[in-house]
Structures are given as C-alpha cells and as structure tokens.
C-alpha cells in the first residue's frame, strides 16, 4: 500500500503529496488523516496522510518506507483532510499549512536525532570523556545535548556520523505529552482489604491509615493525593503493592481549564414569542439535515445565547455535535458558565489563553468523542467532530474571525463549507451583522424555502433599548471646556457614584496610538526599519515598535531639537483612569486594557471583581464592548467615537457604527434603565446617528450606497497582494510586471472590464501602490488590490499570475503574500 503524505517542509513549491511506502505491520493502522514520521533528504519530518493508493509512479527503488505512526487516532477526520484542499485553494495557502491550522499546537511534532556508538563502539577514534558520557547515559543520547555539552568536538562528532563511529536516529517528538498520574488501585474485594487493615502490626501504621483512606474514598486514588490525605509516604504505599493489596498504574489525567470551578446546572427557559420563532426555524433547518446558513439578527439583549442553547440541546438529541465560535475576548467564565452550566462535561472549551497542555486535552475530549459541544475562538471551527449538526458564530461581524497570518482564512467562510459537509445549519448571530453577511441572508428566499434572516427586534422582557445622548465636543471646549469628559458625562458619573451603580466607559482605541511627540517642534518617534510611530509603554518607560519588536530608552530630551518640552502619551485609559481619580477622588476604577489583561486570566478576575461590585466604573477598549451582561450598569460613556472614523479602511464607518452599538448594548439590560453618553467631534456623522437611534437599516441603506458608489464588498470581493522588498527599485518594477501579468491574464479572459460598467463578470487591478505601512522589518511594501464581481475563479488567477514570479525565477526574492477577503488593508 501507498500513502500519498504532504510533508512539512516549508517551501511552496514541495506542496504536493509525496509517495511512502506503508510497511506491512502499519497498515492496518494507517488512515485518511493519519500524523506520520518519514525519512526526507536525509531527515525525519512530520507529514499527514491524504490519501492511500495501490500503486506509485515512483520506482519501487525510491519508495521509501514511513518511518513511524505517530498517534493511536489520526488527529485529522477526512473531511478536514479534504477541507485543507479547498483551502489551500481559497486562500492560496500551502496544503501543509492550513493542515497545521487544524490541529493543537502539541502535535507539531519536530525531528529529534539520537545518536548511538557504532559498530566500533568506544574504540573509535572520539574523545574519551565524550565516549564516556554516550555509554553512561545509555548509548544512545540526543544529538543537540552532545553538541551543547561537547562544543569543542562538533567537527568531530560530525566526521563521527559522516564514517558510522556515531550512528544517528531520528524520530518525531511532540511538543506535549498526555499526563499520566501514577494511581493507587484497590487490587482485592473491600472485604479483605478491611480484614487486612485491622492485621497489620503497629510499625505499619502509616500503610493501614492509607489502605482504610482508599477503601473510605471508594475509588482509585492518585499516589500523591492519597499520601497526602492519609499522611502515609509514597514508600509505605509501595510496600502495600508489593503485599498485593493494592495496584500501582499511571492513568491518563487531563488538564481541565476549568477543573477547580463547578457550574450549577440551568434548564432551558421558556422562551419569549421572538425568540420562539426564531428557535423553530433553526429547528425545522436541523430536522431537514440538509447545509443552511442563517443570520439571527437580534438587537443587544434579546436573549441570542437562549436560542443558541436550545438550539444546541435539539442537535444533540439528534445524536449529532455543535461548535459554537465567539470573539476570543468575550471567552470570559460568564460565557462559558452559561454552556457548561446547560451541558456540563459535554463541553470543550478552546481559546489561546489556555495553556498549550489545556489545549491538547480539551481538543482530545473532542476527538475521543467525550464532548459533543466544542466552544472556541477562530480555530475551534477545525474541531474534529464526526457528524456536525450545527455551527453557531456569535458576534459574526468580528473581525478576529479572519486569521491573519497564513492560512488567511475567515472561520465564517470555512463554517460554511465544513457545514456543507456535514449537512449541518450554520447559525450567524450578531446585533449588528457584517454588510457582506447581511446582504447575503436578505435575498428573496426562493418558492417553499424558509428566509434566511431571523430577526429578533426587542429585548428580553420587553425592556427598552438605552437612550442615547451624543455630545458635541467641539461645542464643549467652544463654551471652555478643555476636559475629556463634557459635562453630560460628568455629571452621568456623578450620578452614578451616588446611586451606588455602575458605569461602563470605553476609550475607542482604533487608530489611537501611545507615541512620543516634541511638542515644540512636533518631532515623534518612528522605527528605523518600519514606517510606524514607536509604542511607548509606561511602566519599562522603553518605546517599541509593534511590527517588528524595536526597542528603545524613551528620550529625556527631543533628539532633533533638544527641547524638554517632548511628552509622552501614556496608554489612553491610563490617562482617562488619572483624569477621573482627579475629577472623583476615591472612585474605583477597573482598567481593561492590552497592559492589564497580559496575564492569564487577568482578563476574567478583572470582570469578576466588576460583577461582584468591586469598582463603580470598568474603564477599557473594545474589550469592555462585548458580550457582557452586569445588572448594575446603566451608563455606558464613550469617550471619543470617532478615532476609529478617519482610518484609511473602507470599512471605518462600519466598524465605529458596530462598536458604538455593542457598547450601547450594556447599559440596563435588566430590571435598571440604561443610559448612554457618546462624546464625538463628528455627531452628524450618520454611523453615529443611526447608532443613537439602534437603527441598523439606517446604517445599512448609508452605508451601501456609499459601497455602491466606491464598488466595495458587498458590491464586489477584493483580494490583497502585499509584496516586499528590501530594494525599492527591485520591488517596484517587480510589482509593475505582476500588475501587468495579472490584467494579461484577466484581459485573456475576457473579464478585465471597469465594474462601474454593470458587468456581470469583471475584475479591476488597482496598483500597484505603496502599502499604507510602506515599509516593515527593513523592507518596503507594495500592494495590488484586485476588486471582482461574478463567480470567477480568483484564486487560480492569482495563482498562475505569481508562478513566474514565485516559481524558478532565479534571484527573485520579491516576497508575496496575498490575502483573499481581506479585513484589513494595511
Ligand atoms: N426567554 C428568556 N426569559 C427570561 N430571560 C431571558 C430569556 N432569554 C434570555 N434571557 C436573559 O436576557 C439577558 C440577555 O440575553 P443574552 O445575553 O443572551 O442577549 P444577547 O442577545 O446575546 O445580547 P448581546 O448581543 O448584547 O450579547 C440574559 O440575562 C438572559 O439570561
Ligand atoms: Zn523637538
Ligand atoms: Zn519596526
């Protein structure tokens, strides 16, 4: 038998399947989907089975053997296997690296090579202490150690391997291992064990107290949890094994994040008529088992996560699974309460404030089939589930949905494909949806088919949305108030510090940056090697750049003009936090920020010291904007709203008008009315006057025709190609010829037509231009943006245009990196 294995090796132009021989011994063990180890240019590297064959084009001479199976399951289901082809596809990313995306980082298995005397052994010409160490750590020792250990002998040690004196292994090692804890066992019936306990002699007193301690508990006990309960010492438990009274093992024990917590169970409420609606249609999608995508557009407190629990009980009923996706940042002990709580141990929770050993067991319950309900951040989508049922992505519009880095995929989009798989519903929730995703549910459903926008327009109980006040600030500092709070809000807080309630105050810190400015001649603090101003971070007073990690002393003095008179812009809610200890002594504030939360789980004591009333006010960025549901919040200021409107990103207005309306969201969402202040210096701008009127159509109908004028999604798509350099000429011209190589090919096609020309089919090449960082890490950046309409097939374009630019071409070392459905334009 033949596995068709993609190996991981970074380069682009080795991603495609390579041939191993499947040893005999293996094969009833290898699968679609399988981790295996195989020799590669001398080397062992980690690779993934994608498919098995009778036969090879290869000479039978050049088949190698794999040289090791490395799990009992294979980490990968088929389905995900043929999901990373689509990818790769889609997203013009590497077959390996978006199979990497899909599994734990623990599994990233890296090569270890051993080395082992030869056939000489310790007559060989190697030096005798060297020789020596090998033999007393066994024979066989690992190859960096020696190297570490012996730096002096590294050439000798490499004649050594290159004439077989040293003989080298190699084999895959994970990052991270199951834990396994050695476990007392009872080995005889309690009855005996009780009639053994009253004989022991008095010098055996500490063994009795341990075997009475086990039979009291009833079941097996770890060894160190039972000497510490019955004050025995591992010694005497060991003497009870060898008796025979007792078994030692070591069982496998996972890292449950959430282990030292319990959740009190929640039955389903009774729903309200909107939510009921809504939950019928979801369930008639999940009885009909057949691919739907729906948007449940449902205003802050209406009550979303009800329905996606109800939801989740009726697909697993049906004996199938649900993965539910939420913004990492509102993964917070109340969302997860509220699912642990309704499912229990059914539920695996997956985000990167988990350790990577947490990760790998909770991604483990998935596979092994012990949880049913995987909840996540962005990769929790790759859950290995068999038999999917339904998908949820609550607060769709997020952009942290979309990765990055490569693989540059958008979990929205890959939901929707693992859902076609599967036959499974997808359920996209959100207050305030994304223009693409909204544009797509509110087409006219087709005869006998059911609509695929589920709104829910009131909250819970009736309760009104919260009254909105927007400030003029400009008006403020005309009628002399120079402070950051006007006097609304001012006095909003006064209030509120006298009722005892709380206040949530939001700093929007998009396009708000903490940088250093000479405010004599107006000097600021750039990297040396990208084109950004430099973060200055208070408490290490250092400045540094984001992109490429730049550091240095803050100055005393300005460099170019030698003034004093050079300040620092501390973190803006470090500031906010100042201005209001001084306009309110004594006031509590709790500061949510990127400083605050570094730490694990700073982020969750934070929030639970607010739910507990520890502090009138949580003060942050858009982290104290989602998901969060306090009683005693019924004022929400912003303090500025606008920062995040004058960013070069077509999606600005969308954003500002998404955040203000969340946030709005969590003020009085229960028994208190709520209240809102908006501080802005553009309040006649319409994101924020249809967000003080909750008035997301409003929006909408703005905001599209705006996107219709400057044809943007959801008019059409866009794809990013960002190229760098570290010579500007080099990367200039070799910009120009992928621009042109590109509309050739779309020229050839017929498709290179203007879209303001109301084709049905048609691309636009922009650029290329300078990137809006136009230089990062020493090289200077250009882009192209390809903007289309139609179903063309983007990605196979982009593909054969890089080819002569990406395959072969001697010398060209023009980095390409393209990202399609950006976010983000920078
Ligand atoms: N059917 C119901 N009966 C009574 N209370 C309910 C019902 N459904 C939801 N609630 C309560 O209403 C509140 C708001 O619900 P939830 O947090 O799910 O709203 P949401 O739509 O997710 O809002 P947001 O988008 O702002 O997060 C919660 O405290 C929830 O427990
Ligand atoms: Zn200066
Ligand atoms: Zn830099």
């Known amino acids: 038998m033949i596995a068709k294995v993609i190996v991981d090796v970074p380069s682009r132009q080795n991603d495609r399947p390579f041939d191993y021989l499947v040893p005999e011994g293996m094969e009833p063990w290898i699968e679609c989907g399988s981790r295996v180890g195989v020799p590669f240019g001398g080397r062992v590297l980690q690779g993934f089975v994608i498919g098995l064959a009778e036969s090879s084009s290869l000479e039978g001479s050049r088949l190698k053997p794999i040289a090791e199976l490395l799990d009992a399951l294979p980490p990968l289901l088929p389905d995900l296997v043929e999901l990373s082809r689509w990818m790769s596809d889609k997203y013009c990313c590497s077959r390996i690296q978006a199979l990497q995306a899909m ?184 009885d009909g088992a057949k691919a739907r995508t729906m948007l449940l557009h449902g205003v802050t407190g209406s009550g979303k996560t009800e329905v996606y629990l109800q939801s989740i009980r009726h697909c697993l009923d049906s004996g199938r699974q649900a993965i539910v996706l939420v913004p990492e940042i509102s993964l917070t002990p109340q969302m997860v309460e509220r699912f642990k709580g309704r499912f229990g141990n059914a539920v695996a929770v997956l985000h990167s404030r988990l350790s990577s050993g947490e990760r ?12 049913q309900v995987a909840i996540g951040a962005r990769s929790a989508i790759f859950a290995p589930f068999s038999s999917i049922g339904l998908i949820i992505i609550d607060e769709e519009h997020e952009s942290s949905y979309k990765q990055e880095e490569s693989p540059k995929y958008h979990a929205r989009d890959v939901a929707v494909r693992r859902a076609m798989q599967h036959g499974a519903a997808v359920v996209l929730g959100s207050a305030t949806p994304s223009l693409e995703t909204y544009a797509a549910a509110s087409r006219i459903p087709a005869a006998g088919e059911e609509p695929a926008l589920l709104p829910m327009r009131d909250r819970v109980g009736g309760r009104p949305l919260p009254q909105v006040e927007v400030v003029d600030m400009r008006e403020e500092l005309r009628e002399g108030n120079r402070s950051m709070f006007s006097r609304k809000l001012h006095s909003a807080l006064a209030d509120r510090l006298e009722r005892g309630e709380q206040s949530v105050l939001l700093l929007n810190r998009r396009g708000y940056s903490t940088f250093v400015m000479c405010r004599s001649c107006g000097y600021t603090s750039t990297c040396p090697h990208c084109d950004i101003s430099l973060t200055f971070h208070q408490k290490t007073r250092v400045l540094r750049c984001h992109y490429c990690g730049h550091a240095e002393g803050a100055p005393s003095k300005c460099p170019s003009c030698e003034s004093e008179n050079i300040r620092y812009f501390g973190t803006g809610t470090q500031r906010v936090e100042e201005e209001l200890s001084k306009l309110f002594p004594g006031i509590k504030v709790i500061r949510m920020d990127v400083d605050t939360t570094s730490q694990k789980n700073s982020h969750e004591k934070l929030l639970k010291q607010f739910g507990e009333r520890k502090a009138d006010v949580l003060l942050g960025t858009q982290m104290v904007a989602k998901g969060l549901d306090f009683p005693y919040v019924t004022l929400v200021g912003v303090i500025a709203a606008d920062t995040s409107l004058h960013l070069p990103d077509f999606r600005a207005a969308e954003r500002t008008f998404q955040l203000l309306t969340q946030v709005a969201g969590r003020a009085g969402r229960h028994q208190l009315p709520g209240e809102v202040v908006v501080q802005s210096y553009a309040p006649e701008h319409y994101a924020i006057t249809t967000a003080q009127q909750h008035d997301y159509e409003a929006f909408l109908r703005e905001e599209l025709s705006h996107r219709a004028n400057m044809g943007y999604p959801p008019y059409c798509r866009l794809v990013l190609i960002t190229m760098s350099h570290e010579q500007l000429p080099l990367l200039a011209s070799v910009s120009e010829g992928f621009a042109a190589e590109l509309r050739a090919l779309a020229e050839h096609e017929g498709l290179l037509m203007p879209l303001s020309g109301g084709f049905p089919r048609a691309i636009e090449v922009l650029g290329p231009v300078s990137s809006p960082i136009s230089r990062m890490k020493d090289r200077y950046r250009f882009q192209c943006v390809i903007k289309y309409r139609g179903s063309i097939d983007i990605s196979s374009l982009v593909r054969l245009a890089l080819k002569p630019f990406t395959e072969g071409a001697a010398g060209n070392t023009v980095q390409f990196s393209v990202d399609v459905d950006p976010q983000v334009i920078l």
């Open 103 to 286: 599994i734990p980082a623990a599994l990233k298995g890296k090569e270890e090579r051993k080395v082992s005397l030869g056939e000489y052994g310790e007559s060989c010409g190697l030096p005798p202490e060297l020789l020596e160490w090998v033999s007393a750590s066994g024979g066989t020792v690992r190859l960096d150690a020696l190297l570490e250990r012996y730096p002096q002998y590294t050439s000798a040690v490499k004649a050594a391997l290159r004439s077989g004196d040293l003989q080298q292994t190699s084999a895959i090692r994970d990052r991270l291992s199951v834990r396994r804890v050695l476990t007392v066992f009872l080995d005889v019936d309690p009855a005996a064990a009780a009639t053994a306990a009253e004989q022991f002699p008095p010098r055996a007193a500490k063994q009795r107290l341990a075997l009475l301690c086990l039979l009291e508990r009833g079941e097996p006990m770890p060894l160190q949890e039972l000497a510490a309960a019955s004050g025995a010492a591992a010694s005497s438990i060991k003497a009870l094994a060898d008796k025979g009274l007792v078994a030692l093992r070591e069982v496998e024990k996972s890292r449950d994040p959430y282990g030292d917590r319990s959740f009190a169970a929640t039955e389903p409420l009774p729903l309200t008529e909107g939510q009921d609606k809504v939950y019928g249609t979801i369930r008639r999608a999940l």
């Open 360 to 371: 790998f067991d909770e991604w483990r319950k998935i596979r092994s089939g012990a949880a």
